[in-house]
């Protein structure tokens, strides 16, 4: 503890397009903003192995109150940080900028954002340290610094969402206005702490990115199917299907974690725009091949080039983190197992619904709209990280918390379909993805 998510067959796939599409449409809507509840000044700690970076929000009005003119200056001096016998920190204020920020009952506010590194002396613990900070509030006693931890690796706290640990409250005595100091004591920090928060990364980044996901799930619709004169035909045997489900997922793999573990180690400083608008190319393009086949029987090879790409998007998460390269090494591990186990969960719950649909009538509607609806979000996805904003993009981006749904419809449909639906004839385990001569009777029946 810290101290201080057949004709009568037919309607069944109508019902599920129309259920993702409603799910579509109550997604669309934005997330509020969120506000301050006060104009306080707001310290947010990020704990690394040998100092700590504090965030600063001083609201600009408190600020050139109680400061005048050299602001970094100013700063330096009322972030006094000991240990808890008195030796001092040192304190160093990098450059500062203006941002705006929201109070819930007055509106925006305008307010000075900048990093303090707190450094402790030689042999001092950085997880216990006296916060003697008194920015604004030494001469604005109404105000307060609400002191947060936003992220420590050794203590557990790492989070892609923004998400603070409040840790306690600088503020003037009511009786004597002197500004009592934080005795900050953080719990024990430890490498697998550290790691195993590391893993939850992993595993909520898949399921929250639900970019990534999309694109392996996308190029899965087909992996089910043999191609014949450019269009998707009749079935594949189930151990084939699964053959080249599973080798479609494994090469995604082996290239998401080749460039993720290059470009973490490496330290690489990589450009976000390109990588991340390419990631949604890659969607589209998966998408357009569900739909009609542009390289039938290489969607392994597919999905390993396009992987590395999305290993380099992977590997901001840990840029962000400022880990130690021991940590470093081990937030590797752990995220990336963190990645693989949710891929895994995700991809054994799909695959035999895939599987046993893809032997009626019923996958065919079931692969349309999955790969209209993938389309769509890739290319609403494009636009927003060309700078077109846009409400499909939007809805694409919260739509991760609806998969689980997704999934569970599509377990009972292919439940209902080994009962009701139509069934395709499945090719023999020898056809080849081109097509033989012998499966032309097969493809005209499931053509799609």
């Known amino acids: 503890m810290r101290t201080a998510v057949e004709p009568a067959a037919r309607p069944l796939p109508a ?11 109550l997604l669309a809507g934005a997330a509020p903003a969120s506000a301050h509840p006060m104009p306080n000044t707001l310290v947010q700690l990020d704990v690394h192995e040998g100092s700590i970076t504090a965030g600063l929000q001083v609201p600009v009005d408190d600020l050139a109150l109680a400061s005048g003119v050299d602001l970094r200056g100013y700063l330096a001096e009322h972030l006094t940080t000991t240990t808890p016998d008195g030796t001092p920190w040192d304190v160093r204020v990098g450059e500062l900028s ?24 030689a042999g001092a613990d950085v997880r216990r340290f006296t916060f003697a900070a008194d920015v604004v509030v030494h001469e604005v006693v109404t105000d307060s610094i609400i002191v947060t931890v936003r992220t420590d690796w050794a203590g557990g706290l790492v989070t892609e969402e923004g998400a603070t640990e409040q840790i306690g409250v600088i503020a003037a005595d009511n009786s004597t206005l002197d500004v009592v100091p934080l005795q900050v004591d953080l719990e024990e920090g430890s490498a697998w ?12 980044h898949i399921l929250a990115g639900t970019d990534h996901l999309l694109f392996l799930l996308t190029l899965l619709l087909p992996a089910p199917l043999l191609a014949a004169r450019g269009r998707w ?27 993720l573990a290059i470009s973490a180690l490496g330290r690489f400083t990589l450009p976000t725009a390109p990588i991340e608008s390419f990631i949604a190319l890659s969607i589209l393009i998966g998408a357009v091949h569900a739909l009609r086949p542009l390289f039938p029987g290489r969607e392994a090879l597919v999905a390993a080039v396009f992987g590395l790409v999305h290993g380099m998007a992977f590997s901001f998460t840990l ?15 752990g995220f990336n197992l963190g990645i693989e186990l949710m891929q895994l969960l995700v991809v054994a719950l799909v695959l035999p619904c895939f599987v046993v649909l893809a032997r009626t009538r019923w996958y065919r509607p079931v692969r349309v709209v999955g790969a ?30 609806s998969g689980w749904w997704v999934v569970a419809g599509l377990a009972v449909l292919a439940a209902l379909s080994t009962r ?6 499945a090719a023999g385990e020898g056809a080849t993805d081109a097509g033989a001569s012998g499966q032309e009777d097969l493809a005209a029946t499931a053509r799609g």
């Not at 702490?193 to 909520?204: C, V």
């Not at 009749?234 to 995604?252: E, K, Q, S, Y």
């Not at 389309?375 to 919260?398: P, T, Y």
Request: glycine residues 12%.
């Open 233 to 259: 035909a009749a079935p594949t045997g189930g151990r084939r299907a699964v053959r080249r489900i599973a080798g479609i997922t494994l090469a995604f793999t082996v290239g998401h974690s080749a460039t």
């Open 193 to 204: 702490k550290g790691s195993t928060a590391m893993l939850r990364l992993g595993a909520d």
């Open 15 to 25: 019902l599920l397009a129309a259920v993702l599409l409603a799910l579509g449409a």
């Open 372 to 401: 209209v609806c993938a389309g769509v979000a890739a290319a609403g996805w494009l636009l927003d990280r060309l700078g077109v904003a846009n409400a499909v993009a939007r809805a694409a981006d919260s739509a991760g918390a």
């Open 319 to 333: 840029a962000e983190l400022e880990l130690s390269t021991g940590q470093l090494l081990l937030s590797l591990l």
């Open 420 to 425: 009701l639906a139509p069934r395709v004839p």
């Open 98 to 121: 203006l941002g705006d920020a929201e109070q819930t009952s007055t509106g925006t506010y305008r307010e000075v954002l900048g990093d303090a590194v707190l450094t402790p002396p």
